[in-house]
Nanobody, 123 residues
Framework: QEQLVESGGGLVQPGGSLRLSCAAFGFNLDYYAIGWFRQAPGKEREGVSC????????RYADSVKGRFTVSRDNAKNTVYLQMSSLKPEDTAVYYCATRVGGILCPAEGMDHWGEGTLVTVSS
């Protein structure tokens, strides 16, 4: 069965770092654009980052530029989101999602979704 599994969430202090993983099972991530999304309590889902299936180009939301870095390890069939200089407003459930042959990562166009991992930034 095709599945995405996020991991790495937890409690971290403001200014700290955390690395999230998104592992794919049953399909090859090489053919997919991978997006990271997040949803905070009482807030709408927002896109965090996108890595293209075509040229591996990367895009980030303005709110995380310079602090978050997305990467992919094809050998491990896994995508990572390295988060640094974390702020309380980064608290959210983080999801990864895929789009076959994708260049961009529109939320409505993603065809696989993980169930999310909770990141809490607090003292």
């Amino acid at each position: 069965q095709e599945q995405l599994v996020e991991s790495g969430g937890g409690l971290v202090q403001p200014g700290g770092s955390l690395r999230l993983s998104c592992a794919a099972f049953g399909f090859n991530l090489d053919y997919y654009a991978i997006g990271w999304f997040r949803q905070a309590p009482g807030k709408e889902r927002e896109g965090v980052s996108c890595i293209s299936s075509m040229d591996d180009s990367k895009r980030y939301a303005d709110s995380v530029k310079g602090r978050f870095t997305v990467s992919r390890d094809n050998a491990k069939n896994t995508v990572y989101l390295q988060m640094s200089s974390l702020k309380p407003e980064d608290t959210a459930v983080y999801y990864c999602a895929t789009r076959v042959g994708g260049i961009l990562c529109p939320a409505e166009g993603m065809d696989h979704w993980g169930e999310g991992t909770l990141v809490t930034v607090s003292s």
